[in-house]
């Protein structure tokens, strides 16, 4: 017998050898049948996976992210039998599941078009009503090689397993085989609900030296009903697309002079800078300082630094005098320098450095996305130097500030604790010391958090911080990382409280993130109405007629000098056409003024939000519109 601890706490025992999805069977119906994968000490795993010693199992559904990855790697398998189905001789290539879905790359006789999808999703729709056994089957390399005799790119991708002498690790669903590692659903019955959304191409490998591939993306899920209020999010997010809105509301531009560099414009350096003016009065009030660094250092910092080794690929370099440079692509060692100029004891301790950096990282131009994806951006970045035993109470304070700032603007968010990755710097017990030190101040505070195995940076584990937005989208921008690793490197000091040299320890953290990235995110989850305090243009002035006008400019002259930014529509246009333009640029106020307001010295007021806002006198309005730029309200 095997003892296996379930996620409740509790422990059972099975004869060894059970699969996990006898124990979800055991468990409930229920549970079997939603089951998806599972996940055996921390690792997913197919349900059809044998348990032979001790262990922590969990039974993952489609509500957790290894079920649904284990739902739609099997829905891409599907999408590729369909294809092959009705497109024989197609060669295939990857078939991934990615954050929302799944992809499969093809390379049939003729590209594949949207209109090809419908006939696919058909098609796939009735494999999912064979309800096909899915089949793991382990393999030599020979063997394998002669099941995908005619599909070259499998051949391609196994030829280092081969070379390795690995047994290799096949997928079969009727008539289809497939070289995957897994982990997929039993059989291919509870794909209910699918929708192939496009056609596109793809390089393989992703580099154009290689041929063009066809890629059809798509999702899945359990029950239509699930499907259906997926799509219509993406509508609502197609509404969103921050670089739609961005343009119509004249906020930033993206130019092919300079791809992945965005430009701000008037209106986007307003929104950004009042983001900016926000950062610094609350980190004033936190006790940070703010520095500045050189966009530019050269190479024997950044080997120093670790992200020479590690990060090269994606650093910006040029030589000058015959010295190589990198331009930052982060900002923490040009902070270890400043902390560096000069002399610190205990008692300065913790010193919190804070700055908006502008950094550069060059990533693939298939990758760049409007903000959300860009080569050039600011971090919102701060580091903190302490003593290990202040580390617990900084982080405690960090996501209070953190949580502080997202509350703010309407945002749920969730947390998760990433740990040491293959590629790493330091000793073990470091890392399980700034592990343990995460998890302790979470524990304290109470806050709910998960586990990502392996996917801390480079020098240390961090929590990272997913927004929810208003359509319920999750966006990665907050993170604290501590760091033991740095500070070693750079031997950096402080003396303590015996007079002796220690070793201070140092905490990595963004709140906004990259600030050009949280502008994206902003623009979709307000959808571009942007509450007033934020809102680049907060009143516009509508006079009803010519003889309106000088009253119009009296009242932005009183606006402006509060501090408000304020536009008249002096047009010769109709006062709804007026109106109807306030309203598509989204702007909070408008303020119409005809023969009646100019007699009373009022203006009527229409809301953004509402059709009619009353009618007020100047300084009322005033008041009422200071008092919601003040508070920051929503």
């Not at 009727?174 to 390089?203: N, Q, R």
């Not at 801390?456 to 907050?478: E, M, N, S």
């Not at 501090?563 to 106020?589: F, S």
Request: aromatic letters at 10%; one cysteine or more; proline letters at 5%.
């Amino acid at each position: 017998m095997i003892k296996v601890w379930l996620k409740d706490g509790s422990m059972r025992e099975y004869e060894a050898g059970t699969t996990v999805a006898e124990v979800a069977k055991s468990l409930g119906m229920g549970l079997y049948k939603a089951a998806c994968a599972g996940r055996v000490n921390g690792e997913a795993c197919d349900l059809r996976t044998p348990l032979t010693a001790d262990c922590k199992l969990e039974i993952c559904t489609f509500d957790d992210p290894d079920g649904r990855h284990a739902f739609w790697h099997t829905s891409s398998h599907i999408l590729a039998q369909a294809v092959l189905r009705l497109f024989p001789g197609t060669k295939f290539a990857i078939g991934p599941a990615i954050d929302n879905g799944f992809y499969y790359d093809f390379d049939p006789a003729t590209p594949f078009t949207n209109e090809d999808l419908p006939a696919i999703e058909a098609e796939m729709k009735k494999i999912v009503k064979e309800a096909l056994p899915v089949e793991r089957i382990l393999v030599d390399a020979a063997e394998a090689q002669n099941l995908l005799k005619d599909q070259p790119y499998k051949l391609e991708l196994l030829q280092k397993h081969a070379d390795a002498g690995e047994q290799i690790s096949l997928y079969t669903q009727g008539e289809f085989i497939d070289l995957c590692a897994g982990p997929h659903l039993m059989d291919t019955a509870p794909v209910k609900a699918i929708k192939l959304t496009s056609a596109t191409g793809a390089y393989w490998h992703g580099d154009s030296n290689l041929p063009m591939l066809s890629r059809i993306y798509g999702t899945a899920y359990p029950k239509q009903s699930e499907l259906d209020a997926y799509l219509v999010m993406l509508e609502e997010a197609k509404k969103r697309d921050h670089r739609k809105l961005g343009k119509d509301l004249h906020l930033f531009a993206l130019l092919e002079e300079g791809p992945g560099f965005p430009f701000f414009l008037p209106n986007g350096m307003v929104l950004k800078n009042e983001l900016l003016a926000y950062w610094r009065e609350i980190h004033r009030k936190a006790g940070y300082s703010e520095i500045s660094t050189p966009i530019m250092l050269n190479r024997t910092l950044w080997e120093r630094s670790g992200h020479w080794g590690h990060y090269k690929n994606n650093m910006y370099t040029t030589t000058i005098d015959e010295t190589e440079f990198a331009i930052k692509p982060m900002n923490c060692p040009g902070s270890i320098l400043v902390y560096k100029t000069q002399p610190h004891s205990y008692r300065d301790l913790p010193l919190r450095l804070g700055e908006l950096g502008l950094v550069h990282r060059h990533e693939l131009s298939g990758a760049l996305h409007g903000l959300m994806r860009v080569r050039s951006f600011t971090q919102d970045d701060a580091h903190i130097y302490m003593m290990p035993s202040q580390i617990k109470e900084e982080i405690i304070r960090v996501v209070k500030l953190i949580d502080e700032v997202y509350s703010l603007f309407g945002f749920e968010y969730k947390i998760e604790l990433s740990t040491m990755p293959e590629d790493h710097m330091g000793e073990l017990a470091d890392w399980e010391a700034a592990t343990d030190a995460l998890r302790g101040a979470m524990d304290e505070l109470g806050r709910s958090y998960t586990i990502n195995e392996g996917d801390g940076a480079f020098y240390g584990p961090k929590l990272d911080f997913h927004l929810v937005d208003a359509i319920g989208r999750t966006w990665q921008c907050g993170t604290i990382q501590l760091d033991f690793q740095l500070p070693e490197r750079f031997e950096m000091e402080y003396t303590g409280e015996d007079g002796q040299k220690h070793r201070p320890v140092m905490i990595h953290r963004v709140v906004f993130g990259s600030v050009e990235r949280f502008i994206g995110i902003l623009i979709e989850h307000f959808a571009g109405a942007f509450p007033a305090w934020l809102a680049p243009v907060q009143v516009m002035l509508v006079p009803i007629s010519e003889g309106h006008h000088e009253y119009a400019q009296q009242v932005k002259a009183r606006l402006e000098a509060e501090g408000l930014r304020v536009e008249a529509d002096l047009r010769n246009e109709k006062m709804g056409y007026k109106i109807r333009e306030a309203q598509l640029q989204k702007i909070p106020y408008m303020l119409v003024m005809g023969d009646k307001e100019v007699a009373d010295g009022t203006v009527a007021v229409r809301a953004r939000k509402e059709e009619k806002g009353g009618v007020k006198t100047v300084d009322d309005f005033i008041s009422s519109i200071m008092e919601e730029i003040y508070s920051r309200s929503l």
